[in-house]
């Protein structure tokens, strides 16, 4: 028997083709076959001289007929060769899936099968359709752009469609119809499953016709739906887009006019992800809409706007600033989600390493007196870092105040003051009365002139403890920033107790990820010799439904802490040059640059290096893995 039947759920080698059957072997584990009417028939086989299909001899037997193969087949929903599938019904010679699949095994496009077979004419497409639905039972769909459900469409995004040549269409009494270009494919039913569960009728359909329809759906989705004149469709448009962001944890939502059509984007863990595209003529019901919410003018469409406002969902509350842009196709709306559940996290899972993190905590935020600056550019996760300092360091015996533009997350105990420049709320008056608050920490939201300056360098030589950000490269540049704010540089050296550099990188994900070896150029590119990454295990997600094809999923911070000691402040009162004051700081207080921390992180297989080359700053040559983490780890 095992010489006959493959192994269950795998293809067979190239030599096993014409011998083995994938059907056999099915029809035997859906008992309409017993292991000795195959016996009988591979007997059988072996007498006669020139070799055919063992199906053939099955069916001849009588021990098994062409309605009863068709509905095994297609119940099973198993993956089968397509090749093998040709030769065990006779549609071509075995050598043909030979040379297919030796040409498989070379190609590095990972072309299906099928696919080589209809490029090299070993078979056209229609029998390779009537193989498929005579033979096997598929039903043959064309699908119509005006029958697919959108909502069933939109579970998946635009790269999903690009990886698998599938689409579903609607839902009927029997399941949901979803047309394949191959339903014997194991890549496509297993991704199938996965998205749409495993109750759904497979049909199928010309590739060509597959492609058309999510292409036309990508660009014109649901465009019956929504017409620019109905006001409740628009309203609940609006709507689906927020609640699409909410469920995907987006950070901003782009919605662009282009010449002919309007695209909607999503930033996910910090890369924009196309969500659908649609008609241009409803963007101007659409921006309407979105100007209502945030109360402002809807008259004006020649000028740049902004607004707020809140939008209340099943799961809690998003609040939402938005900037209405004018461009020459029209307004293009960008809508930031702020108070999104993932803002508060513990300062223990920021993404500090063990040794950074005990540091941090000991000789800046449990300082009874100083300025912490947290440093990097917009999106580098500095806000996430302030709000779970206040929420380490809050508690009932200590008073803290906060002047945000905008508060980003409401923490319970502290008081929080929400700048708004609107009503004369500006920073400049709330920075005045913040003194007056009897607070122990200060919180400014932003350092973005020299008045806030001061304000942060005289509240912490009065006592206070203050935390705020900055919007410089890396912590070497926050310190020569301020010194550049006309401050006196022995007020800097006095009063700043620490300046944190942050990024926040894209992390592997941990359903698809491959442990992988990094090339000598690769590791040129981070300034390493092969011999630095000694005891590294580098990996790459190689993309899987679960990260929707990117290899990432969710990300982790790399930082650089410095912690100012008497070398540092008096290189800082000796008004170094930026390059002498990274030299000592890096030589005295034991400095880990932002490039190295993500080394060490990509070493563990956290991240990659494309991220690392993507992101972080390389001034300075990185010193050997093994060294790095002996001043992370300890
Ligand atoms: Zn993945």
């Not at 690009?162 to 890549?187: M, Q, T, Y």
């Amino acid at each position: 028997m095992d010489s006959i039947v493959s192994a269950p759920n795998e293809f067979p080698l190239p030599e096993d083709v014409g011998r083995s059957s994938q059907i056999v072997e099915l029809l035997l584990r859906e008992k309409m076959l017993t292991d000795k009417q195959v016996d009988y028939a591979a007997r059988v086989l072996s007498k006669i001289e020139t070799p055919r299909p063992m199906l053939e001899v099955l069916k001849e037997l009588n021990y098994i007929d062409d309605d009863k193969i068709k509905d095994t087949v297609r119940h099973s929903r198993v993956p089968m060769c397509i090749g093998s599938l040709l030769v065990e019904l006779g549609y071509i010679p075995f050598e043909d899936v030979q040379r297919a699949l030796k040409i498989q095994s070379e190609d590095i496009n990972h072309k299906k099968l099928g696919e080589i077979l209809l490029d090299r004419r070993l078979i056209d497409e229609h029998s390779l359709i009537e193989v498929l639905s005579l033979q096997m039972g598929f039903p043959q769909l064309e699908p119509e752009f005006s029958e697919i459900d959108p909502e069933l469409f939109s579970k998946v995004n635009s790269r999903w469609y690009d990886k698998h040549d599938v689409i579903p269409i609607h839902k009927e009494d029997g399941g949901l119809v979803i047309a394949f270009a191959d339903p014997l494919d194991r890549n496509d039913l297993e991704a199938v499953k996965q998205v749409f569960g495993d109750k759904f009728i497979a049909g199928i359909a010309r590739k060509s016709s597959i492609k058309r329809a999510v292409r036309r759906c990508l660009t014109g989705a649901s465009r019956q739906k929504i017409s620019p004149s109905d006001e409740n469709s628009i309203i609940k448009l609006v709507d689906d887009l927020l609640l699409a962001a909410i469920e995907r944890d987006a950070s901003d939502i782009h919605i662009e006019p282009m010449k002919e059509t309007m695209r909607v984007r999503f930033r996910q863990d910090g890369v924009l992800i196309k969500f659908q595209e649609f008609q241009i003529n409803i963007l101007p019901a659409l921006t309407n809409r979105v100007k209502v919410l945030c109360d402002v003018d809807i008259t004006e469409k020649r000028r740049h706007q902004g607004g707020r406002f809140y939008f209340d969902y099943p799961g809690g509350q998003v609040d939402l600033r938005v900037s209405f842009y004018v461009t020459v196709h029209g307004e293009k709306i960008v809508m930031r989600l702020l108070n999104r559940k993932g803002v508060l996290i513990n300062i223990e899972d920021v993404g500090l390493s063990q040794r950074m993190e005990d540091r941090f905590k000991e000789d800046a935020l449990y300082m009874p007196s100083g300025v912490i600056l947290i440093t990097g550019p917009t999106g580098s996760g500095k806000t996430t870092t302030v709000y779970s300092c206040i929420n380490h360091i809050n508690t009932p015996e200590t008073s803290i105040i906060t002047a945000e533009e905008p508060v980003e997350y409401i923490i319970e105990g502290i008081a929080q003051c929400s700048i708004n420049p609107r009503i004369n709320l500006t920073f400049e008056e709330t920075l005045r009365h913040i003194v007056r608050q009897d607070p122990d920490v200060i919180v400014i939201g932003e350092i973005r002139d020299n008045f806030s300056a001061e304000i942060a360098v005289q509240a912490a030589l009065t006592g206070h403890k203050v935390l705020t950000t900055f919007h410089t490269e890396d912590s070497i540049g926050g310190l020569v920033r301020l010194l550049n704010m006309n401050i006196e540089a022995f007020l800097i050296s006095s009063t700043v107790v620490s300046v944190m550099a942050q990024r926040l990188l894209r992390k592997i994900c941990p359903i698809c990820a491959v442990a992988y070896k990094p090339s000598p150029a690769d590791l040129q590119r981070i300034g390493y010799a092969p011999g630095d990454i000694t005891g590294a295990a580098f990996r790459k997600g190689h993309g899987c439904g679960q990260c929707q094809y990117t290899g990432y999923s969710g990300r982790i911070g790399i930082f650089e802490l410095l912690i100012l000691d008497e070398q540092v402040r008096n290189a800082i009162i000796d008004q170094k040059t930026s390059q002498e004051i990274r030299l000592i700081s890096i030589e005295s207080t034991g400095l880990v640059t932002l490039l190295e921390d993500g080394i060490v992180k990509a070493a563990a297989g956290l991240t990659t290096i494309d991220e690392i080359l993507r992101s972080l700053p390389r001034l300075q040559k990185p010193r050997a893995l093994p060294e790095l983490r002996r001043l992370l780890e300890g």
